[in-house]
């Protein structure tokens, strides 16, 4: 649709709840779908006419979300609210939230994530592992923490980074100025890391009710390329007690920002077994798309679940294994998937497409999920159902 | 949306299909859900506005799909048409092909299934068990045939029917004037059916693909209440021997109306293990909603697969037992489920709601799955999680 004047009214369809999603990626794509089952009336907001997200359900409106007046329009006649991105302001969502609709994350869950100063500061006040960091206001900031925290050091945007924008790895000082012209010093609020030797990334999906209850998904391995997800490994090929720990941390680190929703929790692990929290981001996250097929419930219906109220869904692997594969699209060009008959050939693999009408190198276009009897045949169907897929041809 | 007038043009969204379904109830909702993973915009036709199909899907024309002018508007940019019920006229099917949309599944199969009579014929012919049957134009055949076949007898309207509708049972020769009455014989084209003895009824879905292909789903139990399918019990409990040979029949059953896409073959089950085919429902059945969950893939998936080209996916069980629990309407009132966190508490329950704005008595408002280690834990969760759902009430 291409104005908010064509939008249907959110008349209701006799189901329980009128659910509005913030964003209309793939994320609120996902939601949406897992919503409908439960009967749940879902409408989108995004910027640009038939996202992925308006694909898929009766009512979207095409707004920007940065804006007070459209995020009203929004609003009218929903019941609860949710988002499917980090980047919405926090003050925006206590706007929403004081005309009487539930926003969930609330604002305040938001305030204390969505800027990674803050959300480190926050996680390491519940005492939970994370890398030292440093707020930092001028180059000399940065090179003083080098010297103190050893290099190399990571610089990192305070606000609206994502699969490695906005980060800048220092080897030592020299590199300082180059990394703060890059990233923006002294109009974009930066801070830094130390590095944290990591031997592998974990992750873990947890969903918390509105009333505290939570559920900690499996700990999974993920392996990125250039800083974008690339597999997922459910369960993670690490031992019960380091699971165990990841899981502890990851349940820890989402009560801690009073999370209401499906959050993801980044993990480091060190070649010792010592785990530290990378980034919290408050939402369904990319790591627990493997769910969707992999558990019993997945993350976005326990997501729609949790912002509504209900009880939550048990989290437990389906299979005994499950990889996730991420579709990246290598040029510019259609989003149109070519090579579809020959991945749906893979035994127990699950294509997902997310409806995004062109491609880019890096983007994000689908993904793949299959199940096996152990991990090196999940990853073996769904690395070959994703090689038959490309993306990009102008054909 | 309220007027064809307003619906979107199907523009391309950079997905690889187009697939328009005629109708928009609650099959149509649930294929569309599952064809949204593989990037296939969907479009439905349906008479009322807001219908279980319109509110998943980005573009839903509202629109009488008896009337060929309203059929065309609807097949403009569509890659290929499906539909979800049996009642479209097989000439409206070929004259939509006509103007070069394929529609799957064809004419040709649909004038050899949805009239009942040439239903039978057909399998008959292709060396099926079916019951004995004969036309009958005048009541005076039906008390023939009851004195050949022996009473009960079942008389029946060729088209149209469904749970139990367009279906008499006469006990003896005294009550054909009442069924002849009641089912408008001499408008309404008429023929009987042997009563079959049967000990229960199984069915199963099979899904044939556009080159021959075809997968055969488990073989189950379905218990009938008053016509109405009310529980799936996958698999069903008989020996494997009668499993195989109603898998066979169903195969074959299928194959003699050359299926495309998912249909459903419910079947009578003997004492003695002897099958009849009762029936073929040419589109994705309620005794195949279990497959959403129970299945590596689902009927409406392979649905979907299969009327665009696509190979098939696996139709085995992901779990031990899966059982279906139909959540049908009681009384007049708003289709609002009442009970809903109470049903989502119970363990392993998946709960599908088809958000109709009215309840009825015996309407069909959504259905509940339970997976499980047996039937019996499968079977209480879903009654448990069914019983706690009710519509209807008015506030």
Known sequence: MSSAASVPPAVSSGANARLGIIGGGQLARMTALAAAPLGVDVTVIEKAPLSPGAQVVHR?????????????????????????????????????????????????????????????????????????????????DVVAAGAEFGWPLVLKARRNGYDGKGNFTLRSAADVPAGWEKLGGGRVALYVEAFWPFQSELAA??????NGESVIYPVVETIQRDHICHEVLAPAPVSPAVAARAADVAGRAVAAVRAVGSFGVEMFLSSDGRIAVNELAPRVHNSGHYTIEGCVCSQFENHVRAVLGWPLGRPDLVAPAVVMVNLLGTRPGTGRAEG???ALAVEDAHVHLYGKATSAAGRKLGHVTARGRDLAEARERARRAAAALSFGDST
Chains 1, 2 share one sequence.
Request: aromatic letters at 6%.
């Open 205 to 210: 999906i947890v969903t918390r009710g509105r």
């Open 340 to 342: 579809l008959a020959a």
């Open 60 to 140: 979207a409106l095409t707004g920007d979300w940065s804006d007070p007046a459209a995020l009203a329009r929004f609003a009218q006649g929903l019941d609860v609210i949710t988002l499917e991105n980090e980047f919405i302001d926090a003050d925006l969502l206590r706007g929403l939230e004081e005309t009487g609709v539930p926003v969930f994350p609330t604002w305040g869950t938001m305030s204390l994530t969505q800027d990674k100063l803050i959300q480190k500061r926050t996680l390491a006040a519940a005492g939970l592992p994370v890398p030292e960091f440093r707020e930092v206001t001028a180059p000399a």
